[in-house]
């Protein structure tokens, strides 16, 4: 079992930035993949950024540029630093997990991910 903790929302105005964290605790060794996905109200759940064991990263084209991932192994956590922030960032936040090795096309994929977080809210005032 994987448990995933996110943290790091808030309110910003349009153009500041948010560092979100997601700290994973549990069987989190091996080739794993970790992510981030967003829902807005009223839309469906959308891939943010996403990031393999070795370090591959893949993001959407809406915020290529502007949002960085990373990761820690030592501390087993995951960030998303977003920059130059929209209003149509705003959005509940979560992080994903898969205990297993995710091919880079493939780590945009919800189903490709077995565990999520609760979600942080990042809302962006314009």
């Known amino acids: 079992q994987v448990q995933l903790v996110e943290s790091g929302g808030g309110l910003v105005q349009s153009g500041g930035s948010l560092r979100l964290s997601c700290a994973a605790a549990?069987?989190?060794?091996?080739?794993?993949?970790m992510g981030w996905f967003r829902q807005a109200p009223g839309k469906e759940r959308e891939f943010v950024a996403g990031?393999?064991?070795?370090?591959?990263?893949g993001y959407a084209a809406s915020v290529k540029g502007r949002f960085t991932i990373s990761k820690e192994n030592a501390k087993n956590t995951m960030y998303l630093q977003m920059n130059s922030l929209k209003p149509e960032d705003t959005a509940v936040y979560s992080c994903?997990?898969?205990?297993?090795?995710?091919?880079?096309?493939?780590?945009?994929?919800?189903?490709?991910?077995?565990?999520w977080g609760q979600g942080t809210q990042v809302t962006v005032s314009s």
């Open positions: 549990g069987r989190t060794f091996g080739r794993y993949a």
């Open positions: 994903a997990f898969n205990p297993a090795f995710v091919a880079i096309h493939l780590i945009s994929v919800g189903s490709q991910y077995n565990y």
């Open positions: 990031i393999t064991w070795n370090g591959s990263t």
